[in-house]
T-cell receptor
Framework: NAGVTQTPKFRVLKTGQSMTLLCAQD?????MYWYRQDPGMGLRLIHY???????AKGEVPDGYNVSRLKKQNFLLGLESAAPSQTSVYFC????????????FGPGTRLTVL | AQKVTQAQTEISVVEKEDVTLDCVYE???????LFWYKQPPSGELVFLIR??????QNEISGRYSWNFQKSTSSFNFTITASQVVDSAVYFC????????????FGTGTRLTIIP
């Protein structure tokens, strides 16, 4: 049982490049989330999904897209990376309702030059 | 609107000392959930505890204890007999029951245990 995994762990992009971050969970959780962590700001929700085939915007969705084609996977895409998207990205999942405990992946450190 | 305040940005204590991390929250909802997460230097976020707004009992888990007081909107975290492995950033987070899918995080407290 690996819990929540994220790939890649590190990535450096040039401005304007695109990339996809992959989150996978093996706990059969319905809910999945993408957060970003910036210094002095805690974590902020980018997008989330309440089940396979569904996605919704969070607090800071601009510049990102997501897809949840399979229950266990949640992809975060950057179509045209900007330096402001330099951050650490965390994926999380929870079993059922919003109030359930969220379990986090190890994070992806992204630098946009 | 909801908010979590962790006023202590950084704390340093000598090993074996007790230390308390403060968390003050704001919400208009009567049903809500409070969490503590630990982020060690390796970077992952480790879940420590979840408490709902109807359960004001304090909790103890080994050297960790949590003091939930609705009267002061606080959910403080105490580490007894601190150890070097406790060095980490600790986040308090809030989630409400209705119409709010996200965890609202505080800005974290960096705890350093000096050997």
């Amino acid at each position: 049982n690996a819990g929540v995994t994220q790939t890649p762990k590190f990535r450096v992009l040039k401005t304007g490049q695109s990339m996809t971050l992959l989150c996978a969970q093996d706990m059969n959780h319905e809910y999945m989330y993408w957060y970003r962590q910036d210094p002095g700001m805690g974590l902020r929700l980018i997008h989330y999904s309440v089940g396979e085939g569904t996605t919704a915007k969070g607090e800071v969705p601009d510049g990102y897209n997501v897809s949840r084609l399979k229950k266990q996977n949640f992809l975060l895409g950057l179509e045209s990376a900007a330096p402001s998207q330099t951050s650490v990205y965390f994926c999380a999942s929870s079993l059922l309702v919003f109030t359930d405990t969220q379990y986090f992946g190890p994070g992806t450190r992204l630098t946009v030059l | 609107a909801q908010k979590v305040t962790q006023a202590q940005t950084e704390i340093s204590v000598v090993e074996k000392e007790d230390v308390t991390l403060d968390c003050v929250y704001e919400t208009r909802d009567t049903t809500y959930y409070l969490f503590w997460y630990k982020q060690p230097p390796s970077g992952e976020l480790v879940f420590l505890i979840r408490r709902n707004s109807f359960d004001e009992q304090n909790e103890i888990s080994g050297r960790y204890s949590w003091n939930f007081q609705k009267s002061t909107s606080s959910f403080n975290f105490t580490i007894t007999a601190s150890q070097v492995v406790d060095s980490a950033v600790y986040f308090c987070a809030l989630r409400t029951n209705f119409g709010n899918e996200k965890l609202t995080f505080g800005t974290g407290t960096r705890l350093t245990i000096i050997p």
